[in-house]
Each structure stands twice: as structure tokens, then as C-alpha cells.
């Protein structure tokens, strides 16, 4: 039984509404750069002076100029990507497990010549797949929407190091999820912590970035790992949270697979 393809073929809708709908945003939000921020010079410095400090903290702002093209990118458009990519795939993951028991087709699944490890890899590889493919769909757009809109040069070795670390800190999200999803057997539930759950570590980047007392809090959130802030104005990527990060995706598909190799299903 090729659970894959179902999940693929289940969820596919889903997949295009948030791609297409974050993609239009990355395709405009790029045309506009360059009539309206491109060149802005000491304007934009002084216009970006009337923030207050935290608040360019906790955007990156004090790191990032809007005048150019990364600094731009990393300030209006990324932080959108790795948002609404982290809740979709939260959403996704936390429900591939979850809706078997809720809908009460577990039971079937069960009783067909597959082994729960089947099941866990096989909806494993669906939500994998689909962050790629949701990731390589608004990267690539990002890509041909400043080739085509904006005539700057820019680095492009930090732009797809930046794409790869989003990647990854969303694929760690995810698969937190799908780990969430072994212990809690109702959708609705299941999408409001998702969705809790995701902005209640946007929101510990914030804090992580403004106050100098929780700085330790960016060793936690998935969303400082892949900061646009960090990474574009070095071209670099921090050995520490890439370690970080691999070390959640293979923890928590491990533990997705041990938890519910245990688990007494509900039927």
C-alpha cells in the first residue's frame, strides 16, 4: 500500500494554495524594490532611525540595510518565507499521524500488510517532500524575481546559504510536529498547538534578539538558526546551530518513530 502517493495526492491542494499564495507575495515584494528602496541612501537611514531600537533588533534592521538588495531580501521578504513556511509545515507534519486515529481509518491501515515503521517513513518522506518542494518553489521565485525586477548585484554564495539554513530550520519545525503529532489524536487540536507552537518560537527569536539577558534563547528557536540578520552580511553560516538543527531532525524522527512503535493506538 503506497501510502506515500496518497499523502501526496491528499494534501496536494493544501500545498499550492500556500505556495502560490507566498510566492505572489516574494514575487511583489521584490518588483517594488527598486523604485522604491534602491538608491534611498541617508534617507532610508534617517527614516529608519524613527524606530525604535527594539524594534530594529528584532527585525534585523540594525544588521541589514534596506538599501540594498540582501539587506532588503533578508528584512521584508525572508522573514515571511520562514514565518508561513513554518506554519505550513507544522500544520502539515502534526497532522499526518494524528488524522488516522481522528478520522478512524488507523484501524485499516493496520490491519493492511504494513509495519508501523512503513507508515511512520512513508508519511515521513510526504511532508519532507512537500517542504522542499515549497522551499525550492519560493527560493527559486525570489531567485527570477531579482534577476528580473532588480538590476543590483548581489552575493549570491549568502542568498542560497540563507535558502539552505531556512530549509533546514523548517524541516526542524516540521518534524517537531510530526513528533507532536504521535501524542495528540485530534486535528483540532493538533492545528492549534501547531500554530501556537510556531509563533510561540517566532516570538522567543524576538526576545532573543532584543534583550541581552535571553540571548540563550537562540539556541531554541528554529527561526534564529536560519536569521537572515546572521547570515547575509557574513555569508556564513553558524556551525553551532547547523549542528543544532541536524541534531532536532534526526532526534525528533527518531523519537516519531520509537513513540509510536509504542503507542496503544486508538481505534
Known amino acids: 500500500m503506497n501510502i506515500f502517493r496518497f499523502e501526496m495526492r491528499r494534501n496536494f491542494r493544501t500545498f499550492l494554495i500556500w505556495t502560490i499564495s507566498i510566492a505572489l507575495f516574494v514575487g511583489y515584494m521584490l518588483s517594488v524594490y527598486q523604485t522604491s528602496f534602491a538608491g534611498a541612501g541617508k534617507g532610508m537611514e534617517e527614516f529608519m532611525k524613527m524606530f525604535p531600537e527594539s524594534m530594529r533588533k528584532a527585525f534585523g534592521m540594525d544588521r541589514l540595510d534596506l538599501t540594498t538588495l540582501l539587506g532588503y531580501f533578508g528584512t521584508e521578504v525572508h522573514c515571511m518565507i520562514l514565518l508561513f513556511g513554518a506554519m ?37 518522506m510526504a ?34 546559504l540563507l535558502g539552505g539554513m531556512t530549509l533546514l530550520a523548517i524541516l526542524a519545525v516540521a ?28 516570538a522567543l ?3 532573543a534578539d532584543i534583550s541581552e539577558k535571553a540571548r540563550f534563547l ?30 532536532v531532525i534526526a532526534l525528533s524522527v527518531a523519537g516519531s518513530y520509537v513513540a509510536y512503535g509504542r503507542k496503544d493506538i486508538t481505534v
Open 218 to 247: 537562540r539556541y531554541v528557536t528554529p527561526f534564529k538558526w536560519a536569521s537572515a540578520a546572521d547570515i547575509l552580511p557574513t555569508g556564513k553560516v553558524d556551525a553551532v546551530y547547523l549542528g543544532i538543527t541536524v541534531a
Open 88 to 124: 505550513y509545515a507544522a500544520l502539515l507534519s502534526s497532522s499526518l499521524l494524528s488524522k488516522e486515529e481522528n478520522d478512524k481509518t488507523v484501524e485499516f491501515l493496520l490491519a493492511r500488510p504494513i509495519t508501523r515503521t512503513e507508515m511512520v517513513t512513508q508519511k515521513l
Open 205 to 207: 527569536q524576538i526576545v
Open 175 to 202: 518534524c517537531l510536529g510530526f513528533l507532536g503529532s504521535v501524542f495528540v489524536t485530534r486535528n483540532r487540536a493538533v492545528y492549534s498547538a501547531s500554530l501556537g507552537f510556531v509563533l510561540g518560537l517566532y
Open 127 to 160: 511532508f519532507v517532500a512537500y517542504v522542499v518542494l515549497f522551499i525550492g518553489a519560493t527560493w527559486g521565485t525570489s531567485y527570477v524575481a531579482m534577476e528580473v525586477y532588480v538590476k543590483s548585484v548581489y552575493d549570491a554564495r549568502a542568498f542560497w
